[in-house]
């Protein structure tokens, strides 16, 4: 029988699930609506990474990565409820 970690317990051996997100393409395009360094941009960042998170992107028009995903099928909502 293998142990699980609790949460507050690291276990030896135990995968820890991926929960990052980073675009690249996002970056890019906050910088050029705000200067980097500034409140205004760290409001920005949030607000913007927070509804890539979810799926809906602010620069998807404007995107080629989100593009090549639509093309791909349909990017589902699933976190809207967060």
């Given at each position: 029988?293998?142990?699980?970690?609790?949460?507050?317990?690291?276990?030896?051996?135990?995968?820890?699930?991926?929960?990052?997100?980073?675009c690249m393409k996002l970056l890019a395009f906050l910088n050029?609506?705000?200067?980097?360094?500034?409140?205004?941009?760290?409001?920005?960042?949030?607000?913007?990474?927070?509804?890539?998170?979810?799926?809906?992107?602010?620069?998807?028009?404007?995107?080629?990565?989100?593009?090549?995903?639509?093309?791909?099928?349909?990017?589902?909502n699933l976190f809207a409820q967060l």
């Amino acid at each position: 029988m293998k142990v699980n970690g609790n949460g507050l317990v690291e276990i030896y051996g135990e995968k820890t699930k991926e929960r990052g997100f980073f675009c690249m393409k996002l970056l890019a395009f906050l910088n050029t609506e705000a200067e980097p360094g500034t409140e205004a941009y760290a409001e920005l960042w949030e607000q913007r990474f927070n509804e890539a998170k979810l799926g809906a992107c602010a620069y998807r028009g404007k995107c080629p990565i989100y593009a090549r995903t639509a093309k791909k099928g349909i990017q589902q909502n699933l976190f809207a409820q967060l």
